[in-house]
């Protein structure tokens, strides 16, 4: 590892440890469309300080995280990638059926940060997706192969998964829970895929799922 890397890193531990104390009210009080941009803006400058530094490094960006961005196992992330949207469409159909009540309660509580009309979901679309790629290259592309040659894999998804959370302190108690387990569930499908494209794909795609089925929940009820 390189000096750069152990600034880096530094870095992305101090930003996790700014969300963790971040106050949730104040977005309530904050407007939407400022909401997305910062997003957008934050994901692409995280995603660009990373590979700016990897770059600074000496190393190709073809080799940047564990195996590269396609990775070693290009036939079971394709099968990964085109399985995802299943799910998600399963998770919809469930959300809006049989635990509508339930999906309905917590989308209502994020709901200062649910596009509120069409014109709203296009802004939102385009932070979720530029958001999932900077925070996949931040976590799982650069934190997760810098931990792994501190601690080893097992221990490097887990607290890489932990930081994840951390960083999205501005979501309250619940948020960060959830966002602790979707950095298990990407972190594991990048380490059995060994495909970061597949993990922004999943992240992205999720995001954008979610600013859909929240913002229809919450116009219907």
Same mark, same amino acid.
């Given at each position: 590892?390189?000096?750069?890397? $152990?600034?880096?890193?530094?870095?992305?531990?101090?930003?996790?440890?700014?969300?963790?104390?971040?106050?949730?009210?104040? +977005?309530?009080?904050?407007?939407?469309?400022?909401?997305?941009?910062?997003?957008?803006? &934050?994901?692409?400058? /995280?995603?660009?300080?990373?590979?700016?530094?990897?770059?600074?490094?000496?190393?190709?960006?073809?080799?940047?995280?564990? &195996?590269?961005?396609?990775?070693?196992?290009?036939?079971?992330?394709?099968?990964?990638? %085109?399985?995802?949207?299943?799910?998600?469409?399963?998770?919809?159909? +469930?959300?809006? *059926?049989?635990?509508?009540?339930?999906?309905?309660?917590?989308?209502?509580?994020?709901? $200062?940060?649910?596009?509120?009309?069409?014109?709203?979901?296009?802004?939102?679309?385009?932070?979720?997706?530029?958001?999932? /790629?900077?925070?996949? /290259? %931040?976590?799982?592309?650069?934190? @997760?192969?810098?931990?792994?040659?501190?601690?080893?894999?097992?221990?490097?998804?887990?607290?890489?998964? @932990?930081?994840?959370?951390?960083? $999205?302190?501005?979501? *309250?108690?619940? *948020?960060?829970?959830?966002?602790?387990?979707? *950095?298990?569930?990407?972190?594991?499908?990048?380490?059995?895929? &060994?495909?970061?494209? +597949?993990?922004?794909?999943? $992240? %992205?795609?999720?995001?954008?799922?979610?600013? &859909?089925?929240?913002?229809?929940?919450?116009?219907?009820?």
């Amino acid at each position: 590892m390189e000096p750069i890397d $152990h600034i880096l890193a530094g870095a992305i531990l101090f930003v996790c440890a700014a969300q963790a104390f971040a106050d949730p009210e104040f +977005l309530k009080r904050s407007p939407r469309l400022a909401f997305f941009k910062a997003g957008a803006i &934050t994901g692409l400058g /995280i995603g660009a300080a990373v590979l700016l530094a990897w770059h600074a490094a000496g190393r190709p960006a073809g080799e940047f995280g564990l &195996t590269g961005w396609a990775g070693e196992r290009p036939v079971l992330a394709a099968a990964l990638a %085109a399985a995802w949207p299943l799910l998600l469409l399963a998770a919809a159909w +469930l959300s809006a *059926g049989p635990f509508r009540q339930t999906a309905l309660g917590y989308y209502r509580r994020y709901a $200062h940060l649910m596009p509120d009309s069409r014109r709203e979901l296009a802004p939102a679309y385009a932070s979720g997706s530029l958001a999932a /790629i900077g925070e996949e /290259i %931040a976590f799982r592309g650069f934190l @997760l192969w810098y931990l792994a040659g501190l601690v080893g894999l097992g221990p490097a998804l887990l607290i890489s998964s @932990l930081l994840f959370g951390v960083a $999205h302190g501005y979501l *309250g108690r619940v *948020g960060m829970v959830f966002a602790t387990i979707a *950095g298990l569930v990407l972190g594991g499908a990048y380490l059995l895929s &060994t495909s970061l494209l +597949l993990a922004m794909w999943m $992240h %992205a795609s999720y995001n954008v799922a979610s600013f &859909t089925l929240g913002y229809r929940l919450l116009r219907e009820s």
